[in-house]
């Protein structure tokens, strides 16, 4: 079974600064991995995707991350916070069934706070 | 281009009551999705269908939980009997199985609140 952890439920930041949230991942065949916005009483936005291509994935917003393969995570990255920024996150996992991904294993989700 | 939709937005019942929720993928979407969360919790997969097909199902989906998706279009999720513990967002999420990406879309859930 795959499993996903995310460290820290919630992160506060200032207008400018880094942003940084953590996702580590457990799986038993190589990994589709997702991060996901959702905003108060909204569905979940798709922010990027890892699928097997590139290490360094960009998304929308200016988001990024990086999977890295040795320390079995996907931390997800943005250089300077806008307070726009400010919702919840959550990293997935896609299992497998005939060759294909299908449901997502999520997190329990990081709340982002931007302070101005 | 319409995204996924779901009806209603708001359900509040009282408990031991039936509920159904509707969910109308993306058009040409082949795999609809539901998903439940919890407050403080990350979504929970409950069921999937490929076309008509419901291929699998959680083992949170107890037997008071049906979903159909006739005719391989819009999916319903009744809940019979309902009690505190549904309380929840019920999530429904589509794709296109394609090259095996099969990303999903989700719409914006239905909050069930079960008095």
């Known amino acids: 079974a795959q499993s996903v952890t995310q460290l820290g439920s919630h992160v506060s930041v200032s207008e400018g600064a880094l942003v940084l949230l953590r996702c580590n991942y457990s799986s038993s065949v190589p990994p589709y991995l997702f991060w996901y916005v959702q905003y108060p009483n909204q569905g979940l936005q798709l922010l990027l995707k890892?699928?097997?291509?590139?290490?360094l994935v960009k998304g929308i917003n200016g988001f990024e991350a990086e999977f890295k393969k040795s320390e079995t995570s996907f931390h997800l990255t943005k250089p300077s916070a806008h307070m726009s920024d400010a919702a919840e996150y959550f990293c997935?996992?896609?299992?497998?069934?005939?060759?294909?991904?299908?449901?997502?294993?999520f997190g329990k989700g990081t709340l982002l706070t931007v302070n101005p | 281009d319409t995204g996924v939709s779901q009806d209603p937005r708001h359900k509040i019942t009282k408990r031991g009551q039936n509920v159904t929720f509707r969910c109308d993928p993306i058009s040409e979407h082949n795999r609809l999705y539901w998903y439940r969360q919890t407050l403080g919790q990350g979504p929970e997969f409950l069921t999937y269908?490929?076309?008509?097909?419901?291929?699998?199902k959680s083992r949170l989906l107890s037997d008071r939980f049906s979903a159909e998706r006739p005719k391989g279009s819009f999916s319903t999720l009744e809940i019979q009997r309902t009690e505190q513990g549904d309380s929840a967002m019920y999530l429904c999420?589509?794709?296109?199985?394609?090259?095996?990406?099969?990303?999903?879309?989700f719409g914006p859930g239905t909050r069930l609140t079960v008095l």
């Open positions: 997935a996992v896609s299992d497998w069934s005939g060759g294909s991904n299908y449901k997502l294993t």
């Open positions: 890892y699928t097997s291509a590139a290490t």
């Open positions: 269908f490929q076309n008509e097909a419901q291929l699998e």
């Open positions: 999420a589509s794709s296109l199985l394609a090259g095996g990406r099969n990303e999903q879309f």
